[in-house]
């Protein structure tokens, strides 16, 4: 069974531009969440979507958003960049809403200069 | 406030020690608690999963253990290889929130 998948590895963008991250959950997984690590706050919770709502939201301005598709895939939206936007931007996914299991991503790696 | 504090920020040790990592936690009630650890450049990997009413989980050379009274959970590693150099991250997962992230625990292992 294939984990989860997160497109891109690595990214580096521009301040001012805007970003899309890919996240493809384990097969049959319908939660898809989405965090923010950085070395001096460690891992921040972004959102939470499931069967394609969002369930749950972190304390992120609007800059940052998302979407889940039918299929469960999720992409991640950052517009505006900003330098402390530069992070690794992880996605778990679970079998439902609020399950103890969270399986993660390899992240992406968001460099903004 | 709802927080998750670990210790020590950082550790070294030498290959074949014993280890032990400290997680407090102020978040109450919590449906459990987890340990992760994260290689570098990777997304974690979960260890081990308590609920309140546990005392002790192991994972192979990994132990953690739970004390819901005085609010405390420990992470043991035994026996520590090269391959524990990594991240170890402590997660309370409350009833009605959002699951609360430690800052974790930096692990060196030396030969």
Known sequence: ?113 | KNQVEQSPQSLIILEGKNCTLQCNYTVSPFSNLRWYKQDTGRGPVSLTIMTFSENTKSNGRYTATLDADTKQSSLHITASQLSDSASYICVVSPYTDKLIFGTGTRLQVFP
């Open chain 1, 1 to 113: 069974k294939a984990g989860v998948t997160q497109t891109p590895r690595y990214l580096i963008k521009t301040r001012g531009q805007q970003v899309t991250l890919s996240c493809s959950p384990i097969s049959g997984h319908r939660s898809v969440s989405w965090y923010q690590q950085t070395p001096g706050q460690g891992l921040q919770f972004l959102f939470e979507y499931f069967s394609e709502t969002q369930r749950n939201k972190g304390n992120f301005p609007g800059r940052f958003s998302g979407r889940q598709f039918s299929n469960s895939r999720s992409e991640m939206n950052v517009s505006t960049l900003e330098l402390g936007d530069s992070a690794l931007y992880l996605c778990a996914s679970s079998p439902n809403s609020g399950t103890n299991i969270q399986y993660f991503g390899a992240g992406t790696r968001l460099s903004v200069l």
